[in-house]
Nanobody, 118 residues
Framework: QVQLVESGGGLVQAGGSLRLSCAASGRVYAMAWFRQAPGKEREFLASVSWSGRPDYTDSVKGRFTISRDNAKNTVYLQMNSLKPEDTAVYYC???????????????WGQGTQVTVSS
């Protein structure tokens, strides 16, 4: 029984930053961030294992940082140097072990909109 709630999305100009949060109720292990733009497939961004090991897709490596606070059951995504192509709904998800495959995740948040203007 896990519920995930994302927050922190909004409108930002290109080059700006946002920090997304995902608060979980119930036990969580690996956590990940995905995004989905209109008409596009859900895209893996980053994951972090229960022990804190991160994994990033190449398109966000060096710009985005995933972290977690196990005491708070919360995962964060710090997004810097945002680009218009980052515009999407951002989702957090959790499962036992980390993977880049969206279909493998058991629980999902409702999503938070990120819009980057040029």
């Amino acid at each position: 029984q896990v519920q995930l709630v994302e927050s922190g999305g909004g409108l930002v100009q290109a080059g700006g930053s946002l920090r997304l949060s995902c608060a979980a109720s119930g036990r969580v292990y690996a956590m990940a961030w995905f995004r989905q733009a209109p008409g596009k497939e859900r895209e893996f961004l980053a994951s972090v294992s229960w022990s804190g090991r991160p994994d990033y897709t190449d398109s966000v490596k060096g710009r985005f940082t995933i972290s977690r606070d196990n005491a708070k059951n919360t995962v964060y995504l710090q997004m810097n140097s945002l680009k218009p192509e980052d515009t999407a709904v951002y989702y957090c998800a959790t499962r036992v072990s980390a993977t880049r495959d969206s279909t493998a995740y058991n629980y999902w948040g409702q999503g938070t909109q990120v819009t980057v203007s040029s």
